[in-house]
């Protein structure tokens, strides 16, 4: 089938799933045009008008292939041609043991790669409910989808979109940073991607300051809701520091402060109580995000409270944090196994709108739907990537792997990261370690988790085989 013959597939929103599944399509010769409604009109988060920004955290999370999830999604993607993660690898800065990246030359990178493919069509515009004669369209709008495009997706699903908040974490110049205070390291001195081991800046606090900054973060004067916002949940893989706080005394030094694997040089006999680290945010290493500390206290209590820490007493904010609306679809009920709206095949959802949570996760599920409308354009098969896959565990949970509950609605579906526990068990656990002795305890469950990501790569290779064959 000549290029010449084949119609476009629309994909509304530019961010990593709609900038992904993009580029999927164009490699595959199938023209795209890309519909993104900044800088026309803005979000409550978004600070530029570049493809695939980075809006809270600039961490890819754990570049582990062999042991943690993330990591093998992020391999994963690298072997099926992944824009983002080409991007995101030319583009990293040190951050221990994750793959972090400059988030304005990532999204730059991006932007300049889709803006000179031949086969695609970047076109600023904001779409409220995508025309009857677009017959393939991917909606990718992730978190922020505008509210008239929110509207006209809930009219054609019949459903009540779930919506819960999510908090953008405050970034700190690194020269307004009190080095004799605080000190580089990684947690347990560990190096990750482009890091030595020494990646994060640490804050330490005695428990008297850790106590009045609890105090103060549950005093803290905070962003007022809109009535009808006042039952939205938030998603617990971002939840605001101040909300951790009100759990209990305990809470942050055993979350984001914990100050396990770290030793203070400046006190290297006193064990501090809790630990505020921060992450390097952009490669000239200028800028650094708090890590954890994502809020939704009005800026003036962030100033304040956050400078009481260790070492920040005279920190100057380049972004400080935030708090904007989440907004889902109750997936497994709504969308078929290649990511098609049931009532409305010639949509397809990509990204943090369809219940997956995180930038990798986002960009993953981008990947697979603009491979499954490029086969679907040029009349070829495309099995799903099998469930023993990180991107098949993934859409597995997303079309649905989730736990039905009487009477529980759509809430019964959550946002999730992808984790092992998607996964298919193995045929048999391994109980031996190469040296032949017998494994037990966390060695165990270390090899549980190798064997998982060998399998997933083994099974990854043979599917992209195959769907080779099959395209030619």
């Not at 084949?6 to 509304?12: E, G, K, L």
């Not at 993009?22 to 045009?33: F, M, N, R, T």
């Amino acid at each position: 089938m000549a290029e010449r013959q084949i119609q476009p597939v629309h994909i509304v929103g530019g961010g990593l799933a709609g900038s992904e599944a993009a580029w999927q399509l164009a490699s595959a010769g199938v023209p795209v045009v890309l519909h993104e409604m900044r800088p026309g009109r803005g979000t409550d988060a978004h600070k530029t008008d570049g493809l695939a920004e980075l809006v809270c955290s600039n961490s890819f999370r754990s570049d582990d292939r062999e042991t943690n999830a993330v990591g093998l999604l992020h391999e994963e993607m690298r072997r099926l041609n992944s824009l983002v993660m080409r991007a995101a690898d030319v583009n990293q800065v040190p951050a221990g043991g994750a793959l972090a990246v400059d988030r304005d030359g990532f999204s730059a990178a991006i932007t300049k790669e889709i803006a000179a493919h031949p086969l695609i069509e970047l076109a600023r515009e904001e779409i409220a409910v995508p025309p009857p004669e677009w017959d393939s369209v991917i909606v990718a709008t992730g978190p922020l989808t505008s509210p008239a495009l929110a509207q006209s997706i809930g009219a054609m699903t019949g459903e009540d979109q779930l919506a819960f908040f999510d908090a953008i974490a405050p970034i700190v110049h690194r020269d307004s940073i009190d080095m004799n205070v605080a000190w580089f390291q990684s947690r347990y001195d560990k190096a990750g991607p482009g890091g030595s081991g020494s990646d994060y800046i640490n804050c330490p606090m005695d428990r008297a300051q850790y106590e009045a900054f609890v105090a103060a973060l549950i005093a803290g004067d905070k962003t007022s809701f809109h009535e009808w916002e006042k039952s939205t949940p938030y998603f617990d893989g971002c939840l605001p520091i101040e909300v951790m706080a009100e759990r209990g005394p305990e809470t942050l030094r055993h979350g984001p402060m914990k100050p396990v694997g770290l030793t203070n040089p400046h006190n290297p006999q006193t064990k501090a109580h809790a630990i505020v680290q921060l992450r390097q945010d952009n490669k000239l290493g200028t800028l650094f995000n708090m890590v954890g500390f994502q809020t939704k206290l009005k800026h003036g209590e962030q100033t304040r409270i956050f400078r009481t820490i260790p070492g920040l007493e005279r920190a100057e904010f380049a972004r400080l944090g935030g708090l904007h609306r989440n907004t889902f679809l109750n997936s497994p009920k709504l969308l078929d196994a290649r990511l098609r709206l049931k009532a409305a095949p010639r949509l397809r959802f990509a990204g943090q709108i369809t219940g997956c949570e995180g930038y990798v996760e986002s960009a993953a599920i981008g990947l697979l739907a603009g491979r499954f409308a490029a086969a679907e354009r040029r009349g070829e098969p495309l099995s799903a990537p099998p469930p023993t896959t990180a991107h098949g565990a993934l859409l597995g949970h997303i079309t649905g792997g989730h736990i039905e509950t009487i009477d529980a609605g759509p809430r019964s579906y959550q946002p999730m990261n992808v984790n092992f526990g998607l996964f298919p068990p193995l045929a048999q656990m391994p109980t031996k370690a190469p040296d032949g002795a017998r494994l037990r305890g966390p060695a165990k469950a270390v090899a549980k988790k190798r064997a998982l990501s060998a399998r997933a790569l083994a099974d990854l290779d043979q599917w992209i085989g195959g769907a080779r064959i099959a395209a030619e």
